[in-house]
């Protein structure tokens, strides 16, 4: 049970979330113009449903990660971090296997149980949307590292993150509670897809010279250690200004800017990025940065929970003004 709790990685479900709870909550903050009050959109079942959703789809993309890695012979001693599962021998390629398949489609009967809960059956084209669309999540999961064409040895696993943990986790989950899109979402989905690319570009930082000798062609085996360090400073930075913004188009009061504190670990993180010179530097700023993520969605959330107060407010006093 260990072996396959490390092949699960915990330290990246924070992460895969974070899309999530931004999506969630601003749909709970702000109901459509259709609804009285914002527990009309808000479903806590949809919520439920849709972080089991996700995570299953991190937990597979790790599991698949580890096979197809670990059969290509791509995990090696060359390479700078922990040790994976197939590559330590503690997990057999064949039990690997095994594991995709069943967590595939556990996942896929939770998308399933989403997108019911999320359309009923009074919204067919919904449903098959977004039905093809999880299913497209559970292909991309495994296809990262899995096959002959494995996208990610050829520098398009940035996109994928950045469409599946960023616009498709936040604009996604949103829809499912207000059957619409609120153009001002669209930029904290960015913000939290960037930083997802940004987990991934320390990944392949700091496996660079082992995917290189394997020919893994990540994008920054591609573009060079020095532009992919100004690629990760653009990441992060786009992430800070694009949240900031966000807060502004919804003229957030002073006391929700809550999410600034966000910016410390990112700041701090950024410089630790600068000064790093070996690839083992790139490491323990992995977690750091998916969990300074995981604080902004948190934060950033709560900012947006306390605009319900107003609401609750104002429905409470119309309501003893009637009375």
């Given at each position: 049970?260990?072996?396959?709790?490390?092949?699960?990685?915990?330290?990246?479900?924070?992460?895969?979330?974070?899309?999530?709870?931004?999506?969630?909550?601003?749909?709970?903050?702000?109901?459509?113009?259709?609804?009285?009050?914002?527990?009309?959109?808000?479903?806590?079942?949809?919520?439920?449903?849709?972080?089991?959703?996700?995570?299953?789809?991190?937990?597979?993309?790790?599991?698949?990660?580890?096979?197809?890695?670990?059969?290509?012979?791509t995990d090696n001693d060359d390479r700078i971090g922990p040790k994976r599962a197939l590559q330590s021998g503690?997990?057999?390629?064949?039990?690997?296997?095994?594991?995709?398949?069943?967590?595939?489609?556990?996942?896929?009967?939770?998308?399933?149980?989403?997108?019911?809960?999320?359309?009923?059956?009074?919204?067919?084209?919904?449903?098959?949307?977004?039905?093809?669309?999880?299913?497209?999540?559970?292909?991309?999961?495994?296809?990262?590292?899995?096959?002959?064409?494995?996208?990610?040895?050829?520098?398009?696993?940035?996109?994928?993150?950045?469409?599946?943990?960023?616009?498709?986790?936040?604009?996604?989950?949103?829809?499912?509670?207000?059957?619409?899109?609120?153009?001002?979402?669209?930029?904290?989905?960015?913000?939290?897809?960037?930083?997802?690319?940004?987990?991934?570009?320390?990944?392949?930082?700091?496996?660079?010279?082992?995917?290189?000798?394997?020919?893994?062609?990540?994008?920054?085996?591609?573009?060079?250690?020095?532009?992919?360090?100004?690629?990760?400073?653009?990441?992060?930075?786009?992430?800070?200004?694009?949240?900031?913004?966000?807060?502004?188009?919804?003229?957030?009061?002073?006391?929700?800017?809550?999410?600034?504190?966000?910016?410390?670990?990112?700041?701090?993180?950024?410089?630790?990025?600068?000064?790093?010179?070996?690839?083992?530097?790139?490491?323990?700023?992995?977690?750091?940065?998916?969990?300074?993520?995981?604080?902004?969605?948190?934060?950033?959330?709560?900012?947006?929970?306390?605009?319900?107060?107003?609401?609750?407010?104002?429905?409470?006093?119309?309501?003893?003004?009637?009375?």
């Open positions: 049970m260990r072996h396959w709790v490390e092949a699960a990685r915990l330290r990246t479900l924070p992460l895969s979330v974070s899309g999530i709870i931004v999506g969630s909550m601003f749909a709970l903050a702000y109901p459509t113009q259709n609804v009285l009050t914002p527990t009309d959109v808000f479903n806590w079942q949809l919520f439920g449903f849709a972080l089991l959703t996700t995570l299953g789809l991190q937990i597979l993309s790790n599991f698949a990660n580890d096979y197809g890695d670990g059969v290509k012979g503690t997990i057999s390629a064949k039990s690997m296997k095994r594991a995709i398949i069943i967590t595939s489609f556990l996942t896929f009967i939770c998308s399933l149980l989403l997108i019911y809960f999320a359309f009923g059956v009074e919204y067919i084209g919904y449903s098959v949307f977004f039905i093809v669309l999880g299913t497209l999540a559970i292909m991309s999961a495994i296809r990262y590292t899995v096959g002959n064409t494995a996208y990610g040895y050829r520098g398009y696993g940035d996109f994928f993150v950045f469409v599946f943990f960023g616009l498709v986790s936040t604009l996604g989950v949103n829809f499912l509670y207000s059957k619409e899109v609120d153009p001002v979402l669209i930029l904290p989905a960015f913000a939290i897809g960037f930083l997802s690319v940004g987990v991934l570009n320390l990944n392949n930082m700091r496996d660079e010279i082992s995917d290189r000798k394997v020919q893994k062609n990540t994008l920054v085996v591609k573009i060079g250690g020095a532009a992919a360090k100004k690629y990760h400073y653009f990441l992060v930075i786009s992430a800070m200004v694009l949240c900031i913004v966000f807060s502004f188009l919804l003229d957030f009061r002073l006391d929700q800017y809550l999410f600034l504190i966000a910016y410390i670990p990112f700041t701090k993180h950024l410089f630790r990025v600068k000064k790093a010179t070996n690839p083992k530097d790139f490491d323990p700023e992995l977690k750091k940065l998916a969990i300074a993520t995981f604080l902004l969605s948190i934060l950033l959330s709560l900012d947006l929970i306390s605009f319900i107060q107003d609401v609750v407010m104002q429905i409470f006093n119309f309501s003893t003004n009637q009375f």
